[in-house]
Nanobody, 115 residues
Framework: QVQLVESGGGLVQAGGSLRLSCAVS????????VGWFRQAPGEQREFVAT???????DYADSVKGRFNILRDGPKNTIYLQMNSLKPEDTAVYYC?????????WGQGTQVTVSS
């Protein structure tokens, strides 16, 4: 059974940093892509960053240059290093993994950035 468990969220002041973790219960290289999405109150869930099996990374324009997605294969863990945080980054952050048409989500971790 595939499980994704996020951690590392919290409250931070604008300009600060947080590092999110996503522990995956299976080999992360079994997935085509793994990554992060977020959902702010009253908004739709949106793409943040992904990394594919070959190591290619993609980022939303709103986070380019500030966020960095990393993976640790032996630990089956994905990270999202978030720097220069802004109040508009406030959201629940979800880890997502997919293989072909199958998509798996974590439960999410809250990130709140105060101004």
């Amino acid at each position: 059974q595939v499980q994704l468990v996020e951690s590392g969220g919290g409250l931070v002041q604008a300009g600060g940093s947080l590092r999110l973790s996503c522990a995956v219960s299976v080999n992360i290289f079994e997935f085509n892509t793994v990554g992060w999405f977020r959902q702010a109150p009253g908004e739709q869930r949106e793409f943040v960053a992904t990394i594919n099996v070959g190591g290619r990374t993609d980022y939303a324009d709103s986070v380019k240059g500030r966020f960095n997605i990393l993976r640790d294969g032996p630990k089956n863990t994905i990270y999202l290093q978030m720097n220069s945080l802004k109040p508009e980054d406030t959201a629940v952050y979800y880890c997502r993994a997919n293989v072909l048409s199958r998509v798996y989500w974590g439960q999410g971790t809250q990130v709140t950035v105060s101004s």
